[in-house]
Structures are given as structure tokens and as C-alpha cells.
């Protein structure tokens, strides 16, 4: 990943007291809560960035890059090397047929982006999201494939090269949050940006209010020893490089969080109260689960709603590692990925924004997995690691109901793509997650020449 000129950030930098002050403002009547902040706070402000992660291996012939079952066939699977298998899910009452959004009447998915008896489907947002086939993952290594996607370099080894995406999203939005840079569940690496652009990683409710409520977390003899250290240490000696002045500043910083009390909206995870009640309800939040999937996809849209922070990267599905089992059982836990992904666009669409329209129009979406399933099964009745995934992208700056790229119709290899007229061609380019993390960053109003791709200019608006 390289790093040329970059377009100022567009987001407006409020201070950071009235931007604490005004923390919560957002995440109102849509979540069932009570008015978390003053009326007259400074608004979010600045375009979010939001990355969902469906660990483990997504099957793509279920969602993003479906087959007609009545033209690939059992009969002809050894000829096209794809198997649907889609009456497999009729016991979970799917229907085994492809799904075509009203909406996007040119796009067509597979049988789980509609979920039975479901109140809001994935497809209820098919006007306003896009579909890219075809990313060469370049590796079925979980460990090596994640880290490539995460970065957009290829690793060494399984060693992550490189920097984020989010972090460098976060670098060129520069927004001035209290957390500008928030990852749930997912490995995070800063190689080369300041450090307040890293992420705070955490994985659980408890541990995002435990970071955010310093002053309660802490041992009150490691803090006393902490303040010692900082005003007793010789600043020739140990601030030659600015030891002392960081943790000052971390220190100043975790004592702003708490008296700000920015955890306020976080505490509704798992406080007890008919208004908190409702709102892990809506995303089938069962009593202590704070480190779920379901969990952080509630947290990712607090943090958003309320002002917290930019730019968040959640692990939103359970891994998906199913070589054993054959497409009932891999839908299982698909599915529940997706029903966390849907309730979290739902809280976006259904949540104000301040500078007008909801919080979704003021976000850009990514979904994706570090790669696919085979589209043949195996000798255990399963699918394996596949090389060329599938992403969605929506909201902000996305063009709705646009499919790019394309794998083919023996193997589901990904073909190559022309970038600039669109459609699948011998000259074209096989599609990276370079690729896709340009049009993340275009999208967003970012300068996508940070990545070393073009964006992918069909799904831009």
C-alpha cells in the first residue's frame, strides 16, 4: 500500500468538550432509548466508515454470487464444477430458488438474503447497495487471506504487511472523535500513521465500557503509581523520547472519557430497564451475551449513532469454518451473521441524523469474508476454502443495485473486470481487495490513491 497526496478531510472538527458534551445525541428514538445528550450538542459530523466482518469463509452460491439451480445441476456438476445444493435449506425454510430485490431488479442473490418471517430483510436495502464478485483472495490460508483483505498487502508468511484499511480510512478522514478508530473483534495494524489513528480494539461489552470508564477500571494503587511515575520521572532521562508526555496524554485523555461519560450509551448492552430491553431485542440480544455477534453489531451501531466514533470494523457473524457439513449447516450460522448485519442497517436507516436524512445515509458499508466456499463439496459432504469472495458495499456514495466483477460459470474463477466500461473482459482486471478498499475510500469522499488500485467506478455514485 502506498501513500501519494492526500484530499483534506471533509469533516467538520468540532472541540473536543463540545464534541464530548454532545455524545449521544443520535442514538435516540430509534433505539427505544431516552434522550442521551443536550439538545443543543454539536452533531456527528463527517461521513462513518463501517467494515463488517463475516469470519471464517462466507458461501457465496447462498448470498453475494448465486447459480440457478435449474441450470447447474447435480447432473452437470462435473462438467461446470458447481454444485447449488439450494433443497438442502428447505428445512430452514428458505425458499431453494434465487432471490430477485424488487428494488435492483437487475441483481440476483442466493436463497439466504431472504430470511424466513424475517421483519426486515437484506433485501429491503438492495436499492441502495452493490454487489462485487470476483475478488482474488490469492490464498485459502484463513490467517494469510483475512490479513490480506484487512490490509490490501499480501502477507509474509501469515504475517500481516502494511496497515489496515480502517486505519488508514481513519488517517484520512482525521476525524476528531473520542474514539476516531474502533475495531470489535478484528486483528488491527498501524505500520505508519500517527498513532491516535489506531484502533481501540475490544471484543465485548464489558470491555468497551471497562476502556471507556477508566476511573472504575482501574486499580486505585496502579493509578496512584502511574501519577507518581509521571511526576517524578526525570524528563532527561525517561521523556528523551516522549515517554512521560504519552502517558500524561493517555492518562488526561482517560480522565476526559470518564467525566464525559461517554459510555452512556453503551450502558443500555446491559443495564437492566424496558427501554434497554428493547433495544438487545431488536438486535436478539440474550441476557449476558456481551461478546457476541449480535452484541457488537449493537455496539458498532452506538458507536456510530452516538458520536463515539468514525470509523468502526466489527466482527458482526460466528466463524464459518464448515467443512463438515453441507449448506443447512453452514446457513445456520450465515444466517445469523446476516440477521446481525441486517438489525445493524435497520438501526442505521431507522436512526436521524443531525445534518439531515438517517445515520446510514451518512455511512459507507463494506461487508466481506476473507474468501468463499468451494462450489463443489467435499468427500465429507462440505465445502472448502475458495479463493475468489464476494463484498457488498452500500450507503453512502454507493450506487444501488449495481453488480461488478464476476467469477465463471466453471470453477467460479474470478474473471477479469473492465474497470472503466464495466463488464467481464479477456483485458480487463482480476479484481483485489485493493480494489475494493479504493472504492471504500471514494465512496466515503476519502482519497482512494492511499491504495495501490483504482476504485471500482461502476458502484460509485
Known sequence: ????????????????????????????SAFGL???????????SGTAVLLCFFPGGWDQLLLLDPRDPSRFTASEA?????????????????????VRPRAAPAMVLGPLAERPGAAVQLTDFAGRMAVVRGVDMRSVSHEVATRYFLTTEFPRGSLAQGSSVSTTLTALARPARPVA????????????????WSALRVTSADDLLATLCPAGAVDPVLAD?????????????????????RLQGARAVARGLDRDDVSRPFRALVDDGPENDALRARFGISRGDFDGPRARAAMAALALTSGLSQVVIAS???????????????????GEGLDAFVALLDALRTTAHPEGGSHLDHTTVLAFSE????????????????????CLLLGRGVRGGVVAGA???????????????????????????????????????????????????????
Open 1 to 28: 500500500m502506498s501513500h501519494r497526496a492526500r484530499s483534506p478531510s471533509t469533516a467538520l472538527r468540532p472541540t473536543r468538550r463540545a464534541l464530548l458534551a454532545g455524545l449521544g445525541a443520535g442514538a435516540a
Open 34 to 44: 431516552a434522550r442521551l445528550a443536550r439538545a443543543d450538542a454539536p452533531p456527528p
Open 78 to 98: 462435473a462438467r461446470t464444477r458447481i454444485d447449488p445444493r439450494y433443497d438442502e435449506l428447505v428445512g430452514l425454510g428458505y425458499r431453494p430458488e434465487l
Open 181 to 196: 478508530h474502533l475495531s470489535l473483534g478484528v486483528e488491527s495494524y498501524n505500520d505508519r500513521h500517527p498513532s491516535r
Open 225 to 245: 503509581a502511574l501519577d507518581a511515575y509521571a511526576r517524578e520521572a526525570r524528563a532527561d532521562v525517561y521523556n528523551r523520547r516522549g515517554l512521560v508526555d
Open 316 to 334: 458482526v457473524a460466528p466463524a464459518m469454518d464448515t467443512h463438515f457439513v453441507g449448506n443447512a449447516g453452514h446457513a445456520r450460522l450465515l
Open 371 to 390: 474468501f468463499a466456499r468451494t462450489p463443489l463439496y467435499n468427500t465429507y459432504g462440505g465445502r472448502d476454502h475458495h479463493s475468489a469472495g464476494s
Open 407 to 461: 467469477t465463471s460459470d466453471v470453477g467460479m474463477v474470478a474473471v477479469p473486470w473492465d474497470l472503466t466500461r464495466g463488464g467481464a473482459s479477456p483485458s480487463g482486471t482480476v479484481l483485489t481487495p485493493a480494489h475494493v478498499a479504493a472504492t471504500v475510500a471514494a465512496a466515503a469522499g476519502l482519497d482512494p490513491t492511499a491504495f495501490d488500485a483504482p476504485p471500482i467506478s461502476q458502484v460509485l455514485v
